[in-house]
C-alpha cells in the first residue's frame, strides 16, 4: 500500500549502476502512479553514460535528464578543493565525496523544472553517500521529500547478491555480476574499488583486475617523465606550456599519470557513519596537481598563514568527506583558502616514476625564496641578533629546566 504521503514524482540520482538500476522498477512497486526523473550528471566517467537513457526507459523511468556537468565540477569543486589541499586521512582525495553535492545540486534544480516533489538517491544506509546527498538536498530545498530505498523497511534487497537476482528478475542489464563484484564509482577526478578481496585488511588487491586507469607501477615505464604544470592564483591552467580548461586538464594529467602509476591509495578509512571501510582510489590526475600545488604554495605563502593553512586543510577535508559542502563553516574556509592563494601563480615540474609523483622545480613571480638569505653566506644578514633571538625564544624552557631542580 502506498504512503499516505507518497510522493508524485521522483527525481533519482541516477547512475546506471547496480543499485540505482534496480531501485527504478522497485519504486513503481513500492509508490504506484508515481512518476520517475532518472538524473545522470556526466562527471568524465568514460564510456559509463553510453545508453543510459535508453536502459533508464527501459527499467522505469518516465523522464531521463542527462547532464554534462565536467566543467563545473572541476572549476568549482576540484580546484576549489585542491586551493585547500584536503586530503582525508593522509591518503584519500576525496574523488567521491566532492561529486555528491554537485549531483544533489543539480537534482534540486531538476525537481524544480520538473515539478517533482521528491528527490532520491540509490546509496546504502551503510556509507557516507547517503549522508552527502541529504545534506545538499537539505541545504539547497528543505521542502522536497527525500527518498532513500535502501533505508526503506520494506526495501528486500540487503545485499549486493539480491539486488544482481532482482535485476535479472526484471530483465535489468547491469555492469556487473555475481563472480566480478567490485563496488566503483568513477568521474573526472577519480575512480574508487571496493568489495571481495578489497574488503579483507589481510589481502592485497587483486590490482589487474580493479585498477582502470592506472598502470600498476610494477608495469610502470622504466624511465621517469617530467611534467611542467603553470597556476594561476592557484588554478591550473596550462600543461607542458599547454593551456587547457580545467576539465581537459584533469584528463591530460589522467592520461600522464595513470601511464607511470601515479596516484594509487590503498587504505582503511573511518566513515562518518562509524565504521571502518576499506578502498582502492586512482587519482593519477589529481595526485599530480596537489605534488606541484604544494611546491607552489611552499615558496608563495608566508610561513605562518601557511602552517595556518595546513590545519584548515583538515578541517576542509573533513567537511568535504562528511557531506557538507553547503556548510556555511566551508564556505568560510574557502574565503581564507582563496585569499592565501591569490599569490600562487607559477609553474612547477612534476617527475613521475613508477608510482612516484615528485615536485623537482618550482618558480613563481611571487616567490618569497630569496637565495641570498637561505645560503650559508652571511651577507644581508645580522648573525648577531639570533643569539639574543634564542635567548628569549627559549626562556620559557629554561625557566622551566631550572624549576625541576628545586
Same mark, same amino acid.
Given at each position: 500500500?502506498?504512503?499516505?504521503?507518497?510522493?508524485?514524482?521522483?527525481?533519482?540520482?541516477?547512475?546506471?549502476?547496480?543499485?540505482?538500476?534496480?531501485?527504478?522498477?522497485?519504486?513503481?512497486?513500492?509508490?504506484?502512479?508515481?512518476?520517475?526523473?532518472?538524473?545522470?550528471?556526466?562527471?568524465?566517467?568514460?564510456?559509463?553514460?553510453?545508453?543510459?537513457?535508453?536502459?533508464?526507459?527501459?527499467?522505469?523511468?518516465?523522464?531521463?535528464?542527462?547532464?554534462?556537468?565536467?566543467?563545473?565540477?572541476?572549476?568549482?569543486?576540484?580546484?576549489?578543493?585542491?586551493?585547500?589541499?584536503?586530503?582525508?586521512?593522509?591518503?584519500?582525495?576525496?574523488?567521491?565525496?566532492?561529486?555528491?553535492?554537485?549531483?544533489?545540486?543539480?537534482?534540486?534544480?531538476?525537481?524544480?523544472?520538473?515539478?517533482?516533489?521528491?528527490?532520491?538517491?540509490?546509496?546504502?544506509?551503510?556509507?557516507?553517500?547517503?549522508?552527502?546527498?541529504?545534506?545538499?538536498?537539505?541545504?539547497?530545498?528543505?521542502?522536497?521529500?527525500?527518498?532513500?530505498? %535502501?533505508?526503506?523497511?520494506? +526495501?528486500?534487497?540487503?545485499?549486493?547478491?539480491?539486488?544482481?537476482?532482482?535485476?535479472?528478475?526484471?530483465?535489468?542489464?547491469?555492469?556487473?555480476?555475481?563472480?566480478?563484484?567490485?563496488?566503483?564509482?568513477?568521474?573526472? %577526478?577519480?575512480?574508487?574499488?571496493?568489495?571481495?578481496?578489497?574488503?579483507?585488511?589481510?589481502?592485497?588487491?587483486?590490482?589487474?583486475?580493479?585498477?582502470?586507469?592506472?598502470?600498476?607501477?610494477?608495469?610502470?615505464?622504466?624511465?621517469?617523465?617530467?611534467?611542467?604544470?603553470? +597556476?594561476?592564483?592557484?588554478?591550473?591552467?596550462?600543461?607542458?606550456?599547454?593551456?587547457?580548461?580545467?576539465?581537459?586538464?584533469?584528463?591530460?594529467?589522467?592520461?600522464?599519470?595513470?601511464?607511470?602509476?601515479?596516484?594509487?591509495?590503498?587504505?582503511?578509512?573511518?566513515?562518518?557513519?562509524?565504521?571502518?571501510?576499506?578502498?582502492?582510489?586512482?587519482?593519477?590526475?589529481?595526485?599530480?596537481?596537489?605534488?606541484?600545488?604544494?611546491?607552489?604554495?611552499?615558496?608563495?605563502?608566508?610561513?605562518?598563514?601557511?602552517?595556518?593553512?595546513?590545519?584548515?586543510?583538515?578541517?576542509?577535508?573533513?567537511?568535504?568527506?562528511?557531506?557538507? %559542502?553547503?556548510?556555511?563553516?566551508?564556505?568560510?574556509?574557502?574565503?581564507?583558502?582563496?585569499?592565501?592563494?591569490?599569490?600562487?601563480?607559477?609553474?612547477?615540474?612534476?617527475?613521475?616514476?613508477?608510482?612516484?609523483?615528485?615536485?623537482?622545480?618550482?618558480?613563481?613571480?611571487?616567490?618569497?625564496?630569496?637565495?641570498?638569505?637561505?645560503?650559508?653566506?652571511?651577507?644581508?644578514?645580522?648573525?648577531?641578533?639570533?643569539?639574543?633571538?634564542?635567548?628569549?625564544?627559549?626562556?620559557?624552557?629554561?625557566?622551566?629546566?631550572?624549576?625541576?631542580? %628545586?
Amino acid at each position: 500500500m502506498a504512503d499516505k504521503q507518497a510522493p508524485k514524482k521522483i527525481v533519482l540520482a541516477y547512475s546506471g549502476g547496480l543499485d540505482t538500476s534496480v531501485i527504478l522498477p522497485w519504486l513503481k512497486e513500492r509508490y504506484p502512479g508515481v512518476k520517475l526523473v532518472a538524473f545522470a550528471a556526466e562527471l568524465g566517467q568514460g564510456d559509463e553514460l553510453k545508453g543510459i537513457a535508453d536502459k533508464a526507459y527501459k527499467s522505469g523511468a518516465d523522464e531521463v535528464v542527462v547532464a554534462d556537468l565536467r566543467q563545473e565540477f572541476a572549476e568549482k569543486y576540484c580546484l576549489p578543493m585542491l586551493r585547500a589541499h584536503a586530503v582525508y586521512e593522509q591518503d584519500y582525495l576525496l574523488g567521491t565525496s566532492i561529486a555528491r553535492p554537485l549531483i544533489a545540486a543539480k537534482q534540486v534544480e531538476v525537481a524544480a523544472q520538473t515539478g517533482a516533489d521528491a528527490v532520491g538517491h540509490g546509496a546504502t544506509g551503510k556509507g557516507n553517500d547517503q549522508v552527502r546527498f541529504e545534506l545538499t538536498y537539505m541545504a539547497l530545498n528543505p521542502a522536497l521529500q527525500i527518498i532513500a530505498p %535502501w533505508k526503506d523497511p520494506s +526495501f528486500e534487497l540487503r545485499d549486493r547478491e539480491s539486488a544482481i537476482e532482482y535485476a535479472e528478475k526484471h530483465n535489468v542489464p547491469i555492469p556487473v555480476s555475481k563472480t566480478k563484484i567490485y563496488s566503483q564509482d568513477r568521474n573526472l %577526478w577519480h575512480i574508487s574499488h571496493e568489495g571481495a578481496e578489497i574488503e579483507h585488511p589481510d589481502q592485497e588487491p587483486n590490482w589487474h583486475k580493479c585498477l582502470t586507469i592506472t598502470t600498476p607501477p610494477d608495469k610502470a615505464p622504466n624511465e621517469s617523465e617530467v611534467v611542467e604544470v603553470s +597556476f594561476e592564483a592557484g588554478n591550473p591552467v596550462a600543461v607542458n606550456g599547454r593551456k587547457l580548461v580545467a576539465h581537459d586538464l584533469i584528463a591530460e594529467l589522467n592520461k600522464i599519470g595513470g601511464k607511470h602509476g601515479v596516484g594509487i591509495a590503498l587504505l582503511v578509512e573511518n566513515r562518518l557513519v562509524g565504521m571502518k571501510s576499506r578502498g582502492v582510489y586512482e587519482t593519477p590526475g589529481g595526485t599530480i596537481l596537489y605534488e606541484a600545488h604544494k611546491a607552489l604554495e611552499q615558496i608563495t605563502i608566508e610561513r605562518d598563514t601557511l602552517h595556518y593553512k595546513q590545519q584548515v586543510a583538515l578541517k576542509y577535508a573533513e567537511l568535504v568527506y562528511n557531506g557538507q %559542502w553547503f556548510h556555511p563553516l566551508r564556505e568560510g574556509l574557502q574565503a581564507f583558502i582563496d585569499h592565501t592563494n591569490a599569490t600562487a601563480t607559477g609553474t612547477v615540474k612534476v617527475r613521475l616514476f613508477k608510482g612516484r609523483a615528485q615536485a623537482i622545480a618550482a618558480t613563481s613571480p611571487h616567490t618569497l625564496y630569496d637565495p641570498q638569505l637561505a645560503s650559508f653566506s652571511m651577507e644581508g644578514y645580522d648573525v648577531t641578533a639570533a643569539r639574543g633571538f634564542i635567548d628569549l625564544f627559549g626562556l620559557p624552557m629554561k625557566v622551566a629546566a631550572q624549576a625541576k631542580k %628545586w
